[in-house]
């Protein structure tokens, strides 16, 4: 550079004059060649420095150098990512699913001091493996590669929001979610080089740069205040790409300056991430053991946050990988059903939605050494499925434990547990706060808007009225801008003032200051959108949950929280609790059910056949009789229990004889609930299980197919529809049906029981109507209206006989005479026959 503004200095002076000024300026222009030379020179000289690089070639050392091998540890690399040639070639799989997913791996040697660079060397760039159609997005581009710097334990993504700084080919500097276009593009074929410059009082201190083919690609990037101060680990992302990693000694490509490579760094600069086994050396595969939705995925991510070693194992991480790696997934949570142990695959590709991807990594995680954790809350919670888990992980390089966390969480939990539910807490007031400043802000500018919309009324009523009058109107003087504000002030009322000065300084008030309240604090669990087992599955498989034993095939097991006898005592209460609050998700009605149900059925038709054809009798009955049968308790103090047979009392009449539609109605609903009561031991089969308040509606769908509605009997809860039946039916202490035939499954019971319960609820309604409580009437309108009432025919009066109605007459139909139209006479023409499509298939119009 120096050279070339010299050059053009040069030929400045020695450019040819005109002809006419040639001697005339002959003397001057030897004075100006004397005096420009120096200035063109110092002006050369500067820009030179301006465009100088300012990295200057590394000093020479005579310290210990670094010993250990440069390179890739399994640990350090995601479930996909090849490493070959001894940690110089990376690639990734392209697969079941893989394709979609970015690839990491991080250096196991990280930079605390000095100025040091690694090279990248783009070696193919992979065709795409499409899987076929779908709705979903595929992450664009379809070929990336991103390289840089991350600190230990962060994300294997670079640039997916965790603190790292990194150039991708697209020529973007990405540093904490935050991403500009600040480079030259690269590819295939090219070397790029970081470098990363953390030498105290340099220019360049705390900056990294690019570099393709050893020229400079971008200027110094500032990194964040979040990794000042950290040792930087050189990481490279990629996707659908092979590249070549190169850490020295020496470069694959110079730089305009000399840069040591990692591999020949000072000890004392750097620090080397040793891969983490057992004593035994083998790598570690550990089993989490937690009920669900008491802290089992908040125990791990405080486990991986200290041991950031160990790669998880989930479907969970699945989709966390896939988000990270920009595939589009829509909001909502789990809406079909999923939970945090299974979330929805919806990414509406077909390799992820298939759970491709699950599969390929369960292969994958056999294979190769590393600590993993299986995060399945289900599955290990199963003996069965733990048993066929563990087979996977038989190799003799794997020591399998299972690690129990159950019952009172430790003090670092709680802690953990009460940060992040103050912070969800201050963000709720946060929101309701602003939402509350918006809505005291609109109504402010309304009522501005009000009052300024009446002043311009009151002014235009002042000023008609002054000109009926036929005052003239007065000019207005124009103001200052300063003085028309303050008359404008001075006019506004007192209460307005008031009022937007109390609103100034509810604004100042900021956010309320938020607390736990002591209930909050003895919240060691919190809750979020999503439960870890969607409740059909937890249903279905709670009863199977049981403590993992040695003996399965386990070489530990660990208890995290609570000792092994209290943590089986706890399991223990823990099922008893579900019991009583889950619902039997996978209950069939039996065959004992569909049996008695029919019967019933049957039999209650019978009876009201019997109802229906009874014959009116004429019996001439005294006063004493007369006045004893107008009585509606029934047959005169006959003790209805003692009945034998409920068709016949005597005389024959059945004891249902005064039954009206809502006694059918409430007969047929009694013995129901029993049923289902009974078919329920029967089927279930466990004597711990029980039809609570919550639950009723379910099972009735279920073994009734129909909804169980107490608005039909004219009842607003479950509770006062059950009132009803109290002589039989009740919800206990813990909003348990229960019912007083006890011996039900178990011994038959006879259907005349139902009618004789009935007709004693009957005439308690009955006396207590003629005692003047018109609340023991029932009203059972919507039921009428929601099915056909039996027909119940009333007996006639006494001493009156009804003729039994006659037999309906059929009349045959009229002949149809068909007659010929008399001559001349011509019908008008009707209609077009329709046009029939034309056959289409075989058969099918």
């Known amino acids: 550079s120096r050279q070339r503004s010299l050059s053009r200095a040069a030929l400045l002076l020695m450019a040819p004059k005109k002809a006419g000024e040639k001697q005339a300026e002959e003397p001057a222009a030897k004075r100006a060649k004397a005096e420009a030379v120096p200035a063109a020179a110092d002006a050369a000289v500067k820009e030179a420095e301006e465009e100088k690089e300012k990295e200057t070639d590394a000093k020479e050392f005579k310290g210990e150098k670094l010993k250990d091998t440069v390179t890739f540890e399994t640990q350090d690399t995601t479930l996909n990512t090849v490493v070959t040639t001894q940690g110089r070639i990376l690639t990734a799989l392209s697969e079941g699913g893989m394709q979609f997913l970015i690839a990491g791996a991080r250096a196991n040697v990280g930079v605390k001091a000095g100025r040091y660079m690694f090279e990248v060397k783009v070696l193919e760039m992979l065709a795409f493996a499409d899987a076929g159609r779908g709705k979903g997005r595929t992450p664009m581009p379809r070929q990336l590669i991103r390289i840089g710097f991350s600190p230990a334990g962060s994300s294997l993504v670079l640039g997916d929001g965790d603190p790292s700084v990194c150039f991708d080919s697209e020529g973007c500097f990405a540093a904490e979610a935050k991403r500009s276009q600040a480079a030259k593009r690269f590819g295939r074929g090219q070397i790029v080089a970081v470098v990363l410059n953390l030498e105290s009082g340099h220019p360049n201190f705390n900056t990294v740069s690019l570099f393709i083919n050893g020229l400079r690609a971008s200027e110094p990037q500032a990194l964040p205040e ?39 760094a000072s000890a004392k600069d750097v620090v080397v991430a040793k891969p983490t086994t057992t004593r035994e050396g083998k790598y570690e595969v550990l089993f989490p053991v937690g009920l669900p939705d008491e802290g089992t995925f908040d125990w791990l991510d405080l486990f991986l946050q200290k041991n950031p070693h160990y790669t998880e194992l989930s479907d969970r991480k699945i989709v966390d990988w896939a988000v990270r790696s920009g595939m589009f997934k829509p909001k909502g949570g789990n809406y079909k059903g999923g939970s945090n142990d299974k979330p929805e695959f919806n990414f509406g590709i077909p390799h992820m939605d298939d759970f491709s991807v699950r599969r390929v990594m369960s292969s994958i995680s056999q294979v190769v050494p590393r600590n993993y954790v299986v995060m399945e809350v289900k599955q290990n919670l199963s003996k069965a499925e733990r048993a066929a888990s563990i087979k996977r992980f038989s190799a003799p390089c794997f020591k399998t434990a299972a690690l129990v966390v159950m019952g009172e969480p430790t003090a670092d939990f709680k802690q953990v547990s009460m940060e992040k539910l103050l912070q969800a807490k201050k963000a709720k007031a946060e929101l309701e706060w602003r939402q509350q400043q918006l809505e005291k802000q609109r109504k402010k500018i309304l009522a501005k808007r009000v009052q300024e919309a009446e002043l311009k009324k009151k002014e235009a009523q002042d000023a008609a009225a002054a000109q009926k009058e036929g005052q003239e109107a007065k000019k207005d003087v124009p103001m200052p801008d300063a003085a028309a504000a303050e008359e404008k002030e001075a006019k506004k009322p007192e209460e307005t003032k008031k009022a937007e000065e109390a609103e100034e300084e509810d604004a100042d008030e900021g956010p309320p200051e938020v607390t736990l309240t002591p209930e909050e604090q003895k919240q060691w669990f919190k809750t979020g959108p999503s439960t870890d087992l969607a409740p059909p599955v937890l249903s279905r498989s709670f009863a199977q949950f049981t403590l993992p034993e040695k003996d399965e095939g386990f070489d530990e097991v660990r208890y995290e929280w609570l000792k092994e006898a209290a943590s089986k005592t706890y399991l223990r209460n823990w099922i008893m609790e579900q019991k009583k609050t889950s619902k039997v998700e996978e209950l069939v009605p039996g065959e004992w059910f569909r049996t008695v149900r029919t019967s019933f059925v049957k039999k209650s038709e019978e009876w009201q056949a019997k109802l229906r054809s009874a014959p009116p009798k004429k019996v001439v009955k005294t006063g004493a009789e007369e006045e004893n049968d107008e009585d509606e308790g029934g047959s005169g103090n006959l003790d209805i229990f003692s009945v034998e047979d409920v068709s016949n009392i005597g005389n024959g009449d059945p004891l249902f004889k005064n039954f009206t539609s809502e006694d059918w109605a409430l007969m047929s609903l009694r013995f129901e609930l029993h049923l289902l009561l009974a078919a329920f031991k029967k089927d279930v089969n466990d004597e711990e299980r029980s039809v609570t308040e919550n639950h009723i509606q379910f099972y009735y769908q279920r073994y009734f197919g129909k909804s169980l509605a107490p608005r039909l009997y004219g009842k607003d809860t479950l509770p006062e529809l059950v009132s009803l039946m109290k002589d039989t039916l009740s919800f206990d202490e813990s909003s348990v049906l229960t019912s007083s035939l006890t011996s039900w499954p178990d011994e038959p019971v006879s259907f005349d029981i139902f009618v004789k319960v009935a007709e004693e609820s009957r005439r308690e309604r009955q006396r ?38 006659p037999a309906p007459v059929v009349q045959p139909p009229p002949p149809i005479i068909v007659q010929p139209l008399p001559r001349g006479i011509v019908l008008p023409p009707g209609p077009p026959p329709p046009v029939l499509p034309a056959m289409k298939g075989k058969g099918r119009w």
């Open 226 to 264: 979040s990794l000042k101060g950290k040792p930087l680990f050189p990481h490279i992302s990629f996707r659908n790409i092979s590249v070549q990693a190169a850490f020295g000694p020496a470069p694959l490509q110079p730089l305009p300056f000399k840069c040591r490579t990692l591999q020949d």
């Open 768 to 805: 207590r109507i003629d005692a003047g409580d018109e609340t023991a009437r029932l009203k059972f309108e919507a039921l009428g209206q929601a099915q056909k009432k039996p027909v119940v025919p009333q007996p006639p009066p006494h001493g009156v006989q009804v003729p039994p109605a």
